[in-house]
């Protein structure tokens, strides 16, 4: 239920499988039909806003916990090519991706629902455009549900005056969740900075001996990358391919004239065999038209080009042998990322949880820094090399 009081906007920050969608899906119901004590009136003009417009349909509407299940058999109509749903009543209800945040413009609204807001590519804008439209009714209110994470604009809206939280935990919602899921769920993350976060719903800040800072990549943060000089595809191979395998670190970047570096895409693997990873390792190769992948082998020797080069005979390969512990390795890394000189084109979010909870004992709960070894290996790899007479826009 809505907490009491006067709030502008409502934070529910609950645990994976907690129940957020449902609450924001009956929410959003009890506005639109004017039910008590959600609402003492229709509110006719609703924005539902999320990560992409493929959550915000499969999720926020049509998902198990979503709009249509809620309603039951008099389930409002999605018109697909306006992207908006429609209630008995004639509410409206219009979807949004925080991936455009201009497409909010020209819209007004008496009510809104963001789902996942700590996902949202392009938070401040599209949070800023929103309210701005939120300017119908008597007393137009926001919703945003999420899982919790150390991003600025979540952690601004727990210091407004104007916001009411709530907060959830996976365990609280045991009864709507396979049998075995939560005790599994504990054996694996109980006790775990991950676990704190995905299953008890806590904001945790960043580790203070965190070798990355979240701040600085942010600062960094660009919308697209020059022409660049120098590309090259970085993998960590896991020792396994089973599912609970470590993952495999995939990631692309890019040296621009000026000496600057580019962070272009993530496509890491998670449980996949050699042929798995090795595929998408050679789809960013030919996608970015990169002059080499990079690879480091104290794990699979020469498993790891034979596999990559059984898809792609004649990509250009360099086998990698770390003699030196992670920490030592990323070192200069991070200090490129502190003089401004490593920038992340879009927002990559598993990549930057795992450098912001990079410590001196590797991160919190002993798990492997996949990707952010494979971005050691990346920016290790572009500093060194030579530069390449083709010259790429992105």
């Known amino acids: 239920m809505p907490p009491p009081g006067d709030w502008r906007q409502w934070l529910l920050i609950g645990g994976r499988g907690s129940g957020k969608t449902k609450a924001g899906a009956e929410w959003i119901k009890g506005l639109a039909l004017g039910i008590e004590p959600f609402a003492t009136q229709p509110h006719g003009r609703i924005a539902l806003v999320a990560e992409t417009l493929a959550d915000a349909r499969e999720v926020m509407i049509e998902g198990e916990s979503g709009l249509k299940a809620a309603f039951g058999r008099h389930a409002p109509v999605f018109e697909v090519s306006r992207k908006r749903l429609v209630f008995s009543n004639g509410a409206r209800a219009q979807i949004f991706s925080s991936e455009d945040p201009d497409s909010i413009r020209g819209y007004q609204f008496d009510a809104a629902w963001g789902d996942e807001l700590g996902k949202w590519v392009k938070a401040q804008d599209s949070f800023d455009n929103l309210m701005l439209a939120l300017r119908l009714g008597t007393n137009p209110r926001a919703l945003f549900t999420t899982t919790p994470r150390n991003v600025p604009l979540l952690n601004r809206l727990l210091q407004d005056?104007?916001?009411?939280?709530?907060?959830?935990?996976?365990?609280?919602?045991?009864?709507?969740?396979?049998?075995?899921?939560?005790?599994?769920?504990?054996?694996?993350?109980?006790?775990?900075?991950?676990?704190?976060?995905?299953?008890?719903?806590?904001?945790?800040?960043?580790?203070?001996?965190?070798?990355?800072?979240?701040?600085?990549?942010?600062?960094?943060?660009?919308?697209?990358?020059?022409?660049?000089?120098?590309?090259?595809?970085?993998?960590?191979?896991?020792?396994?391919?089973?599912?609970?395998?470590?993952?495999?670190?995939?990631?692309?970047?890019?040296?621009?004239?000026?000496?600057?570096?580019?962070?272009?895409?993530?496509?890491?693997?998670?449980?996949?065999?050699?042929?798995?990873?090795?595929?998408?390792?050679?789809?960013?190769?030919?996608?970015?038209?990169?002059?080499?992948?990079?690879?480091?082998?104290?794990?699979?020797?020469?498993?790891?080009?034979?596999?990559?080069?059984?898809?792609?005979?004649?990509?250009?390969?360099?086998?990698?042998?770390?003699?030196?512990?992670?920490?030592?390795?990323?070192?200069?890394?991070?200090?490129?990322?502190?003089?401004?000189?490593?920038?992340?084109?879009?927002?990559?979010?598993?990549?930057?949880?795992?450098?912001?909870?990079?410590g001196p004992d590797g991160l919190s709960g002993g798990r492997s820094p996949d990707r952010l070894d494979a971005l050691v290996w990346a920016v290790t790899a572009l500093q060194a090399g030579e530069a390449s007479p083709r010259v790429r826009a992105f």
């Not at 502190?338 to 912001?356: K, N, P, S, T, W």
Request: proline share 4%; with cysteine.
């Open 161 to 358: 005056s104007q916001t009411a939280v709530t907060r959830m935990r996976t365990a609280d919602n045991a009864g709507n969740l396979a049998p075995g899921f939560l005790e599994a769920m504990q054996h694996r993350y109980g006790g775990t900075r991950l676990g704190r976060q995905e299953l008890d719903g806590e904001l945790l800040s960043d580790r203070e001996d965190a070798l990355f800072d979240r701040a600085t990549i942010d600062l960094g943060r660009r919308a697209a990358a020059p022409q660049l000089r120098r590309i090259v595809v970085a993998v960590d191979p896991p020792a396994s391919s089973t599912k609970r395998s470590d993952a495999c670190g995939i990631i692309a970047a890019g040296k621009s004239a000026d000496g600057a570096i580019y962070v272009l895409a993530d496509a890491s693997r998670q449980g996949v065999k050699p042929e798995g990873w090795a595929r998408a390792a050679v789809a960013l190769y030919e996608r970015f038209e990169a002059d080499r992948i990079v690879a480091e082998v104290n794990q699979g020797g020469d498993m790891v080009e034979a596999v990559l080069r059984t898809l792609a005979p004649d990509v250009s390969y360099r086998a990698l042998r770390a003699t030196r512990g992670k920490w030592t390795r990323a070192e200069p890394v991070a200090a490129l990322y502190e003089q401004g000189r490593v920038h992340h084109v879009g927002v990559f979010r598993e990549l930057e949880d795992e450098m912001a909870d990079f």
